[in-house]
């Protein structure tokens, strides 16, 4: 008789004991979360600041301006099928410049993330790639970080473009008949960037009042 009931007793023993080591645990990794949480979220606002720096000169503006974004819906011309954001740069109160989330989906590995800063006055400031797959020593050469060339990186190109004097036809690599320069053996990986980054300009432009005025944290309307 005992040792009928004694297999269900050890059973129900073992199931409190693992449920006790759940509740203890679960309370163990949510404590050690939510005081991991604030330096995650130091450490990756960081991370975004020294992005945005790369492409946009800390002295340029005096804003908060990981503060100061806005959010775009659903913008296919410029790669962001999900939408996204757009930083802007004042300095004592006046708009400088923006900076946008967007992406060339036309990559020879697939999409190619980007942040394009752009001046109120139409001047890129600069472009940086954030996420690719593109080949490695072959076509990733659009990541600075990956490009041989330090002195002269093949991104650093965009810096020194202006929306008003490079025609729209002309935002092509010089193969295709347009302004920019690429790799040889890599055309398709500058191709896409080059595309990109005109239509995220001229996007830029276009809606540049628009961002400027609506409220910090809010969404743009429809472009």
């Given at each position: 008789?005992?040792?009928?009931?004694?297999?269900?007793?050890?059973?129900?023993?073992?199931?409190?004991?693992?449920?006790?080591?759940?509740?203890?645990?679960?309370?163990?990794?949510?404590?050690?979360?939510?005081?991991?949480?604030?330096?995650?979220?130091?450490?990756?606002?960081?991370?975004?600041?020294?992005?945005?720096?790369?492409?946009?000169?800390?002295?340029?503006?005096?804003?908060?301006?990981?503060?100061?974004?806005?959010?775009?819906?659903?913008?296919?011309?410029?790669?962001?099928?999900?939408?996204?954001?757009?930083?802007?740069?004042?300095?004592?109160?006046?708009?400088?410049?923006?900076?946008?989330?967007?992406?060339?989906?036309?990559?020879?590995?697939?999409?190619?993330?980007?942040?394009?800063?752009?001046?109120?006055?139409?001047?890129?400031?600069?472009?940086?790639?954030?996420?690719?797959?593109?080949?490695?020593?072959?076509?990733?050469?659009?990541?600075?970080?990956?490009?041989?060339?330090?002195?002269?990186?093949?991104?650093?190109?965009?810096?020194?473009a202006t929306w008003k004097d490079v025609d729209t036809a002309a935002w092509k690599v010089r193969k295709d008949g347009g302004s920019f320069g690429y790799r040889s053996g890599a055309t398709i990986s500058a191709r896409a960037v080059v595309?990109?980054?005109?239509?995220?300009?001229?996007?830029?432009?276009?809606?540049?009042?628009?961002?400027?005025?609506?409220?910090?944290?809010?969404?743009?309307?429809?472009?």
């Amino acid at each position: 008789m005992s040792m009928r009931y004694s297999a269900p007793r050890t059973a129900l023993r073992t199931a409190a004991i693992m449920v006790v080591f759940t509740l203890v645990f679960t309370a163990l990794m949510a404590a050690t979360y939510g005081l991991t949480r604030p330096a995650i979220e130091t450490a990756k606002q960081d991370a975004q600041l020294r992005l945005i720096n790369e492409v946009l000169p800390p002295d340029s503006y005096d804003n908060a301006l990981l503060d100061d974004f806005v959010r775009f819906g659903p913008t296919p011309a410029i790669g962001m099928d999900g939408g996204g954001r757009a930083w802007r740069a004042r300095k004592a109160g006046q708009p400088v410049a923006l900076v946008i989330e967007a992406a060339a989906s036309d990559g020879y590995a697939g999409r190619i993330a980007l942040v394009v800063a752009v001046a109120v006055d139409g001047r890129l400031s600069g472009v940086r790639v954030t996420e690719h797959k593109e080949t490695p020593g072959l076509g990733d050469y659009i990541d600075p970080k990956k490009d041989r060339s330090k002195d002269m990186p093949w991104i650093g190109q965009f810096a020194v473009a202006t929306w008003k004097d490079v025609d729209t036809a002309a935002w092509k690599v010089r193969k295709d008949g347009g302004s920019f320069g690429y790799r040889s053996g890599a055309t398709i990986s500058a191709r896409a960037v080059v595309g990109a980054v005109g239509r995220s300009t001229a996007f830029a432009v276009e809606h540049l009042d628009a961002f400027f005025a609506a409220p910090a944290g809010s969404l743009l309307g429809a472009p």
